[in-house]
């Protein structure tokens, strides 16, 4: 498997995730995948509030993006 297939099964994964802790919509699921395509994960976080998404949805992933920067902080000691 390439690199950019592995890549893109790791967003796919990522993506279902999300969906399944915020409950997400199809359409919001593949418009999230598209972002993590083009900028990465990190990045999508990073620039979340220039994503085009309904006020619920950021606010669900600006509460994850909070955690991921708490546990990251602590090196990964929560």
Avoid: W
């Avoid at 972002?35 to 998404?53: A, Y």
């Amino acid at each position: 498997m390439n690199l950019e297939k592995l890549r893109d099964t790791e967003y796919i994964k990522c993506v279902e995730l999300l969906a399944e802790l915020i409950d997400l919509d199809a359409d919001t699921k593949e418009k999230i995948h598209k972002c993590f395509q083009s900028m990465g994960i990190k990045n999508f976080f990073l620039h979340l509030e220039s994503v085009d998404l309904s006020p619920e949805t950021y606010e669900k992933l600006k509460s994850i993006k909070f955690i991921i920067e708490t546990v990251d902080e602590k090196g990964g000691r929560a």
